[in-house]
């Protein structure tokens, strides 16, 4: 069972940049595809963001399409998440999460880290 250990949240300005990443405790994390979700206070858990296994295919929520970026390294077994000109709509504890259907992004997820809080101030 693969383990997931996100990091680089904070306080950040509206406007400004954070990058998130996500390493896993596997060597095998090239058969998952990785996908981002976050959890907005009193929210429920909605998708932010996927990427399949090899980087070629990646899928994005509407709200974000223009400001973030997902990506992997498969040689560092991590996932990260470059988000930019953040709003205080932004925040929310940032979830990274890996589905073994690894071509497919719009798969189920079948394991999830603990996430990192983002907070973006007005």
């Known amino acids: 069972q693969v383990q997931l250990d996100e990091s680089g949240g904070g306080l950040v300005q509206a406007g400004g940049s954070l990058r998130l990443s996500c390493v896993a405790s596997?060597?095998?994390?090239?058969?998952?595809?990785m996908k981002w979700f976050r959890q907005a206070p009193g929210k429920g858990r909605e998708f932010v963001a996927a990427?399949?296994?090899?980087?070629?295919?990646?899928n994005f929520t509407d709200s974000v399409k223009d400001r973030f970026l997902i990506s992997r390294d498969n040689a560092k077994n991590t996932l990260y998440l470059q988000m930019n000109n953040l709003k205080p709509e932004d925040t929310a504890v940032y979830y990274c999460?890996?589905?073994?259907?690894?071509?497919?992004?719009?798969?189920?997820?079948?394991?999830w880290g603990k996430g990192t809080l983002v907070t973006v101030s007005s």
């Open positions: 596997e060597d095998t994390f090239s058969r998952y595809a």
């Open positions: 990427i399949n296994w090899s980087g070629g295919r990646m």
């Open positions: 999460a890996a589905s073994e259907a690894a071509s497919d992004v719009t798969a189920s997820v079948d394991y």
